[in-house]
């Protein structure tokens, strides 16, 4: 396959905006190496998800003190020789690589109208439909390893809204763009798995669901997809329940938001990371522009929470950092799924822009490698080489700065607004 170009973005367009300099730069380095990867990578899951590593972690959720010993050989390893998963473990395709590349190249393809793009994202659609899970009753999609919780193993392809959301937003920009009807069908499956198929739990007026089909987790950021896309069905359909779940589902996020603006990963879990939070804010963003009468709580809680956002998970430097309160002892200084988060979240609401050019150059500089692909995580005692991870974040960071692009492009053509 030619490598798509963004040609028709001219050098003076350019030079209006450093951003939509090094965001075209970074993904023609990109789109090369998937090129040449064809969206197959190594996983960083794959130290969890084999024997020893699935054993070692439900040790360590069991006691942390007899576990600890059992997990830090298998992080030393990751640290210091990543390419060691080549002995247990294969290069994968995942779904959510699939649906965040695809919706990468309709942003590209709206930016720039070339539809070299759209025929790539058309190629996608098959491979993601082949990947969907066997174990949903309509449509979702899981991950492609086995993963050890505080609740027990949780099987490959278990369907997980995490996941699918991305697929269900990719069918709706396609729709959007083509009017195939087809995609539609797929959205009302889609719809019907995530309304039916996960345990849910009722009080008053709020509604929470597992973040699988198989457990009781109840993690705020896999509601907050959930959230979405059913009120986007809803609306979409004109299926009152789907409205009524979505809209009993964006009241338990609003009841789970901390008086100082955080959201903790889950009930059980109350460390705040920055990539979960930017995940909770978007989808409140986009159900809030999506809403034709949006509740003025939505608006109160998307501020209170950027506000949080840029003040305890944004350092001294400007840059994102992992967490503001930690899980556990955390070896890593910065993240590249917190950088790609947090460039997509300044980017959809229109904040710090001028912060978002240090953070897009930073990436550029020390995540993105000579080949187009970007770095997992950067540590203050070690310069590691790395194994590039589609999951872990690059498809991520490739829909980020698509993202971007599209919106650099947008302000160039309407010069006078801020």
Not at 57 to 81: Q, R, T
Not at 232 to 249: M, Q, S
């Amino acid at each position: 396959m030619k490598t798509a170009t963004m040609e028709i973005v001219t050098k003076k367009e350019e030079k209006q905006s450093t951003l939509l300099a090094a965001g075209i730069r970074m993904c023609r380095s990109f789109q090369q190496w998937i090129d040449r990867e064809e969206l197959k990578s190594y996983d960083w899951w794959d130290i969890w998800s084999c024997r020893y590593g699935l054993w070692a972690k439900k040790l360590y959720y069991k006691n942390k003190l007899a576990g600890a010993p059992a997990v830090l050989p298998m992080i030393v390893m990751d640290i210091f020789w990543p390419s060691f998963r080549r002995f247990f473990a294969t290069k994968k395709m995942y779904p959510i690589g699939h649906a965040q590349v695809g919706l990468g190249y309709l942003n590209l393809y709206n930016a720039t109208g070339d539809k070299n793009y759209l025929d790539r994202a058309l190629k996608l659609v098959d491979p993601l439909l082949q990947m969907a899970s066997p174990r949903a009753k309509d449509l979702g999609w899981g991950m492609k390893h086995e993963w050890m919780t505080v609740q027990g193993l949780v099987p490959a392809d278990t369907p997980c809204n995490t996941q699918t959301a991305y697929a269900y937003e990719f069918f709706v920009a396609l729709y959007s763009i083509t009017g195939n009807e087809a995609y539609l069908d797929l959205l009302h499956k889609i719809a019907k798995h995530v309304a039916q198929d996960f345990p849910e739990w009722r009080t008053g007026d709020m509604l929470v669901s597992s973040y699988s089909t198989i457990d009781e987790r109840r993690v705020i950021n896999a509601n907050a997809y959930r959230m979405y896309m059913l009120i986007d069905a809803g609306l979409r359909f004109n299926n009152p329940v789907y409205t009524e779940k979505g809209i009993a589902t964006l009241n338990y996020i609003l009841s789970m938001q901390s008086e100082d603006g955080s959201w903790v990963y889950s009930e059980d879990q109350d460390f705040i990371d920055g990539f979960h939070t930017c995940f909770v804010l978007k989808n409140l963003f986009k159900v809030n522009q999506m809403l034709k009468n949006p509740s003025p709580a939505i608006a109160r809680a998307i501020h209170s929470g950027l506000e949080y956002y840029c003040n305890h998970l944004i350092d001294k430097h400007g840059l994102p950092v992992p967490f503001s309160v930690k899980p556990r002892l955390v070896l890593y200084k910065y993240d590249v799924y917190d950088f790609a988060e947090c460039i997509s979240l300044f980017t959809l609401t229109g904040s710090r822009r001028k912060q978002l050019a240090g953070i897009v150059q930073f990436a550029e500089r020390k995540f993105q490698q000579k080949e187009g692909w970007f770095l997992f995580r950067l540590f203050s005692f070690w310069k590691s080489k790395g194994v590039p991870y589609i999951r872990s974040a690059n498809s991520a960071m490739f829909l980020a700065l698509t993202e971007l692009i599209k919106s650099e492009i947008s302000r160039i053509d309407q010069p006078s607004a801020e």
